[in-house]
């Protein structure tokens, strides 16, 4: 079974090599940005998931940097989460309502949002109409792969918790069309699937993605099931040393 890291490095690799990686360089160990973001971001927007959406959380890295933008542009409350969600009020709120349109473009940025942004916590945040996260690999049926770190997962399993998405919540991945794998099928139990010939291994606490969206096209997977909150077993005690929002949700399932 080919790991996840070794996809991840494949297509880092790929990306820098064919051309098709953007600023910020090098690729590797992040989010990497592509030509053609803001064509992907372009017919996210096209779609009635997007349309119907008043309120989106979106990752902070620069290929959904478009993605942002235009959520203020199209009138939508954009929530971010504070970086590691290292403090008590670990969302950042910007509501285009009270920014001037001159604002829109610095306060999406990765470095402006702490000036423009609201820090709130949890209790202050909307209930969630579309995620929009950033990838390093997706496969066609919605497995989704990230720099490793773990965070977006968190995120999504913590507003699951809240009760601020359900199943029926939209996730989607805007990517270029490198970054899209081979098809799963053929995997020999669920959970799995293929990339270059090769099972990759998609665990239960990974959200699928409803939309991957290219510059080119929109995939919709099948529905998957998503996790249904945190999963206490597989978190680490360190993790829940320095994020107080799981130390509160926590002692409530305690």
Known sequence: MISKQTIRNRVWDDLEESGVARFP???????????????AADRLADQPEWEEAETI????DAPQLPVRRRALRDGKTLYMAVPRLRDERCFLELDPAELTPEEYDPATTVSGIGEYGVQVGPEAVDRIDLIVSGSVAVTPEGGRIGKGEGYSD???AILRELG??????????TVHERQLLESEGG????????????SVEIESHDVPMDL????????RPDSRRKPTGLDWEILEEERLEEIPVLQRLRQRAD
């Open 57 to 60: 959380k979106a990752n902070p």
């Open 212 to 219: 991957l969206v290219t510059p080119e096209r929109v995939v």
């Open 25 to 39: 360089f090098p690729p590797h160990d992040r989010i990497p940005n592509f030509a053609g973001a803001d064509d």
């Open 154 to 156: 968190l995120e999504y």
């Open 187 to 198: 995997g020999e139990r669920e959970g799995e699937g293929k990339a270059e010939g090769e």
């Open 164 to 173: 601020l998405v359900d199943d029926t919540t939209p996730v989607a991945t």
